[in-house]
């Protein structure tokens, strides 16, 4: 006979790439939300992932770390299935994990361009289908949220790849909120402008590079388009996926949302 969880017991959510960035930010707010909170991340990351869920536990709230590469189907089903023995359920599921590369679409070999879609858009198809798979057994419906991007919406120059994969993400996710809304599991992503995180340094190297700027220049020459006249932090994304993994946000699904301090207007 399978046990249903209890409806008083404490929301457990899980988040991807949380070693650090908006993936840190987001779990530490969800744990300031009173859920208990999983971290995982590569194996590599080991230690900033232990750091995170040591930081969750001083709290007060129950933390898991487990390692789990998003591209392999065995490793994000054994992280659902460890986090559902060892919370007893899983509520929410961050996909956050991904992968930034700076080129542009002639220069991006086959191999580069599956390297990007690998972790970016069949690691959340991995990770939307193991959440959906253990909420539909549980029975209880749950939050299934995505790291969009803006450039799903309109691609950055030298960023094309990259924006593709963010471009499916959003169709995975319209698609996945049609097929699980009758199991009351919602399906929603967040699309992040301009985040100050190891992504972003990443880029502005690169971009710096191509544009013939200094390191620093390129992110300073992108931020001039943000209306709010700063660069995002996890902070500002971790508000938005809070309300998305809250009650509050039940009758919102299929949504990519841009939370982008005003680069693009919908
Ligand atoms: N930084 C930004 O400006 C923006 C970021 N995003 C998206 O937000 C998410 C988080 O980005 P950041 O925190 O900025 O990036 P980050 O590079 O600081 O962190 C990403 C984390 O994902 C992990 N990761 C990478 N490949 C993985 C894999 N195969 N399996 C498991 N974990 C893996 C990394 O180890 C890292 O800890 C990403 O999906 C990114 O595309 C979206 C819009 C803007
Ligand atoms: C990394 C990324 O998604 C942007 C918009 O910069």
Redesign the pocket.
Known sequence: MTTQPSASAPRTAIV??A?????RGIAERLAADGLDVAV???PA?RTELDEVAAAIEKTGRRALAVT????SQDDTDALVQNVAGHFGKVDVYVA?????RVTSLLDTSPEEFDQIMD??LR?VFLSYTAAARQMIAQGTGGKIIG?A??VAYRPFALLGPYSASKWGVRGLTQAAAMEWAAHGITVNAY?????G????ELIDEKLAQAEGLDKGQAIKKYAEGIALGRVEE?ADVAAFVSYLASTDSDYMTGQSVMIDGGIQFS
């Open positions: 991807t790439g070693a650090r960035g908006i993936g995982s991340d590569l990351m789990a590469d998003v591209t956050n994990a991904g992968i930034a972790v970016n690691g790291a991007s803006i699309c992040p402008g301009i985040v995180t190891a992504m972003w996890p």
